[in-house]
């Protein structure tokens, strides 16, 4: 399954702080973040609009629209960044802990999610990295991560319960 998906599996619609987080990650390519892409703003329509070595600009209409709909970018250190960076780590573990696979290869995939999105102390814990000095394979909790994403659905009900 791909990032994108998962996101829209686990987590719902994408709105722009979290189209730019995917795209600064490296988890959304320029076609789906043009697919995504909410609103109907000049500067929306130029983005979707881009192809071929147009796309060179992607990154700055992609800024110049999410300005337009929201009258600023979110930016790494930001509370709306942090908050997009928690949806895509939200997204990307449960998509983890439920794929059919070994503790081992679920510990690779927390481990490419820790050094691909970050990883926050609450995180610290679910993780025992690995070391290809010594040979040591990560290892997971894989109750550990199911706590987390509890604590993170919890966070985010609590958040957005009254909207919903």
Avoid at 19 to 28: H, P
Avoid at 42 to 55: P, T
Wanted: with cysteine; proline share 4%; hydrophobic share 45%.
């Amino acid at each position: 399954m791909s990032p994108l998906d998962a996101f829209l599996d686990y987590i719902g619609s994408l709105n722009w702080d979290d189209l730019v987080a995917g795209y600064d990650f490296g988890l959304l390519s320029s076609l789906e973040i043009q697919s995504q892409a909410p609103g109907e703003g000049l500067a929306v329509q130029r983005l979707r609009a881009l192809e071929g070595s147009a796309l060179l600009t992607f990154e700055a209409h992609l800024w110049a629209a999410c300005a337009e709909a929201q009258g600023v970018t979110p930016r790494p250190g930001s509370l709306r960044w942090a908050q997009a960076q928690d949806r895509w780590r939200e997204a990307l573990l449960r998509e983890a802990l439920a794929t059919d696979c070994t503790n081992a290869q679920l510990a690779q995939a927390v481990e490419r999610l820790y050094e691909q999105v970050g990883c926050p102390e609450d995180m610290l814990a679910m993780l025992r990295p690995s070391q290809a000095w010594s040979g040591t394979l990560a290892t997971v909790d894989p109750r550990a991560v199911k706590a987390f994403l509890d604590r993170a659905q919890s966070q985010r009900r609590w958040h957005f319960g009254a909207a919903s």
